[in-house]
């Protein structure tokens, strides 16, 4: 199983952006998802998680402003980002709990390759 995350970019203050996260591979289920960022000289932080049946829990500092959702029929999620600050400027990743089934059902954590987030102010 392989997450392919994508949609960042540079964008000026107070823009908006829509990351990306799609997981491909055999005989998968996903759980729980996760968007994560990591600032230059920072550790990596959650931003947001989404369960497998829609609920969702957010940092402080993105609350009201940031929206995590998914599409399970295409084994993706999203993460919709508006009023963006120069704060938000990060390498974005995202994460997933999957379950696979190999000889027996197995489960554990996927990590997408980040993509970059730069916020000009």
């Known amino acids: 199983v392989q997450l392919q995350a994508s949609g960042g970019g540079l964008v000026q203050a107070g823009g908006s952006l829509r990351l990306s996260c799609a997981a491909s591979g055999s005989r998968f289920r996903i759980d729980d998802m996760g968007w994560y960022r990591q600032a230059p000289g920072k550790e990596r932080e959650l931003v947001a998680i989404?369960?497998?049946?829609?609920?969702?829990n957010y940092a402080d500092s993105v609350k009201g402003r940031f929206t995590i959702s998914r599409d399970n029929a295409k084994n993706t999620m999203y993460l919709q980002m508006s009023g963006l600050k120069p704060e938000d400027t990060a390498v974005y990743y995202c994460?997933?709990?999957?379950?696979?089934?190999?000889?027996?059902?197995?489960?554990?954590?996927?990590w997408g390759q980040g993509t970059q987030v730069t916020v000009s102010s």
């Open positions: 989404i369960t497998s049946v829609g609920s969702t």
């Open positions: 994460n997933a709990a999957i379950r696979q089934l190999q000889t027996v059902w197995v489960s554990r954590g996927y």
